[in-house]
């Protein structure tokens, strides 16, 4: 399927949010994706992603995650310096104004006429954090986490108190979060403590762990694996496709990874 893309901007309490927009270019109307990047805010990898999800049928929001702090179209780049600067605004912006981003994107999407209303949300790295906080409103049907970051410690936002795992039950749609093993930011530890609180909270989720390194979904760099990216995001598409476009929402997943 051939797509569109532009630029576009969203109001929010905290001030305008550039974001890319992908959508098919055949008319009809599409389920609407909310897609939350890495640190490094809307880069090649990342704006391929939001492509290919669109060429699969979904109308596709990518914001810039710190429209408050950089100049609209700022990339950071794959460095130490730009991971320093990622860092440091992670924890700078304050937990309330993401999830405002997010509700904004998502009010945004009801609005196009080529969106049929039916809601998902898809994010990478702090992106995976903010795809399972966005995931607690009410209207998203179906959310994908990629090695989402902090989320076991609680360390996101300014103040690094952002409480997202105690609100797991706020999460009424369908969860599939997506591991790296052998990846250091989220530790087994970690990972158990996410499970055993969806577990508790009785959220509705499909959990997936691969020998993969973190950021192995970034089609470049030395991490990529072009495999198990493969692998990982056909488990995402048959959520989405699944949840958004009008099957049987109370079903559970078609392979066995763990669903709950």
């Known amino acids: ?116 209303g039916r809601l998902g949300v898809m994010g990478i790295c702090i992106g995976g954090h903010l795809a399972f906080r966005a995931a607690m409103n009410p209207d998203v049907l179906a959310t994908t986490c990629f090695y989402a970051t902090d989320i076991h410690k609680g ?14 039950g706020d999460i009424q749609g369908e969860l599939l979060h997506i591991w790296g093993r052998q990846d ?17 909270a009785g959220v509705k989720f499909q959990w997936l762990e691969v020998n993969g390194q973190h950021a192995f979904l970034r089609d470049e760099g030395p991490r990529y694996d072009p495999v198990l990216a493969r692998l990982c995001l056909n488990f995402a598409l048959e959520l989405f496709h699944r949840r958004l476009h009008g099957g049987d929402a109370t079903s559970g997943g078609s392979a066995n990874i763990g669903n709950h």
């Open 184 to 200: 250091p930011h989220i530790p087994l530890e970690g990972r158990v403590k996410i499970h055993a609180a969806l577990e508790a």
């Open 1 to 116: 399927m051939t797509i569109l893309e532009e630029n576009i901007e969203i109001s929010t309490p905290t001030g305008p949010m550039r974001c890319l927009l992908s959508r098919p270019a055949a008319g009809g109307q599409y389920p609407g994706l909310l897609l939350f990047s890495e640190i490094f805010q809307i880069t090649g990898p990342i704006r391929r992603s939001a492509n290919m999800l669109a060429a699969n049928g979904y109308v596709v929001v990518t914001p810039e995650i710190y429209h408050e702090l950089e100049p609209a179209g700022t990339v950071l780049a794959y460095d130490q310096a730009g991971a320093d600067a990622g860092n440091a605004h992670k924890i700078a912006k304050e937990i309330s104004a993401y999830d405002s981003d997010a509700r904004a994107a998502l009010d945004y999407l009801k609005t196009r006429s080529e969106c049929t």
């Open 155 to 168: 360390s996101l936002g300014k103040g690094m108190r952002d409480g997202s795992l105690e609100r797991a």
